[in-house]
């Protein structure tokens, strides 16, 4: 789709939107619909559109995979590091409120961003890996 | 009102299925694949399953159907059709298919408020969640708190997917990349 420009040009527009919905849908889950999970699709997706329309070599410059195989142990590193925290100071396993001793309310808040940007983080690096994977094959035959 | 809906969008759903199973271009059955999730995303919204329609949206529209379509560009764009019927994968189906309805005999009815799923810890987590976790949504202080040690190991089996994509494909992933 190199060299049609109705598909480029459409692709640069909703590029940024779509990044910014996945970051969106990222940090307002609290609120809303949507979380780490849904955010870490989202923002593969806006990848793959750009891998489609300008080529997979533009977009493994762009996301380089070796930054992506180390994404995907850092989010699970944040999940399973917020856990430990709460060990740490004596408390169970991924209770968020040892963050914040305090304000048991603000530390739940501070363990559900960091829990839920480690998904997002894991999500969205193995959802990108797969598709250039995938992508980056030749035709058996 | 909302019934009439969800019985059309459910039969719509079945049609779409049977149209699925007997279509022999699997370009057009990964499409038809991406619609029948987007059917299915609509009728969890009816359900007030916002976060899960969400998913189902984002994920089986949208980045599975492009995964299917990249499998078809390196294999092939038409099913192969078996010549001959097997008798013994019918019956199979049938057994199978006869085992999954008589399954569903025994689940509680629609809206039932008496089903399980209402009458054991749901309750207490809308009524406390709002002081203990502060959280508007929640899908959410169920998801990342109360059940944050499933959604962890939810987490590490993705994980474990990107791992065995980089065992057996590491090197297509690889490619192109100046190193």
Same mark, same amino acid.
């Given at each position: ?20 919905? *996945? ?14 999970? #849904?955010?870490?699709?989202?923002? *593969?997706? /806006? ?7 300008? /080529? ?16 995907? *142990? ?5 999940? *399973? /590091?917020?856990? =430990? ?22 530390? #739940?808040? =501070?363990?559900?961003? =960091? ?24 035709? =058996?035959? | ?7 059309? &969008? ?77 008798? !013994? $994968? ?8 006869? $085992? ?58 993705? !994980? ?6 980089? &065992? &057996? ?11």
């Amino acid at each position: 789709m190199k060299h049609q420009s109705i598909p480029r040009v459409v692709g640069k527009l909703f590029m940024p939107l779509i990044l910014l919905f *996945a970051l969106y849908v990222q940090f307002h889950g609290d609120f809303g619909p949507g979380g780490g999970f #849904q955010a870490g699709v989202i923002f *593969a997706a /806006g990848v793959v559109l750009y891998a489609l329309i300008f /080529g997979l070599d533009a977009a493994k410059r762009i996301v380089r995979p070796r930054v992506i195989e180390i994404l995907f *142990a850092v989010g699970v590193l944040l999940y *399973a /590091g917020t856990g =430990l925290v709460s060990l740490f100071v004596g408390r169970n396993f991924l209770d968020y409120t040892a963050l914040d001793p305090d304000h048991p309310a603000h530390g #739940q808040h =501070l363990g559900i961003f =960091l829990v839920e940007l480690g998904v997002g983080v894991t999500v969205a690096a193995v959802m990108i890996a797969i598709f250039f994977a995938f992508a980056g094959r030749r035709r =058996l035959r | 009102m909302t019934e009439i809906t969800d019985v059309a &969008l459910l039969i719509f759903m079945v049609i779409l299925a049977v149209a699925i199973s007997r279509m022999q271009n699997l370009f057009m059955v990964a499409v038809m694949m991406g619609i029948f999730s987007f059917l299915s995303a609509v009728v969890f919204t009816l359900l007030d399953a916002v976060d899960v329609a969400f998913t189902e949206a984002a994920v089986g529209a949208g980045v599975s159907t492009v995964l299917l379509l990249g499998t078809l560009a390196l294999t092939t764009r038409e099913e192969k059709v078996a010549k001959q019927k097997n008798a !013994f $994968a019918l019956l199979a189906v049938i057994a199978t298919g006869g $085992a999954l309805i008589y399954g569903t005999l025994d689940m509680p009815h629609y809206g039932d408020a008496n089903a399980p799923v209402h009458t054991h810890v749901a309750d207490r987590y809308i009524e406390k969640s709002g002081e203990e976790i502060g959280v508007p949504n929640i899908v959410t202080s169920v998801l990342a708190s109360y059940r944050g040690y499933d959604t962890l190991g939810e987490t590490t089996v993705i !994980f474990t997917a990107g791992i065995g994509v980089i &065992l &057996l494909l590491g090197r297509a992933l690889r490619k192109g990349e100046k190193s």
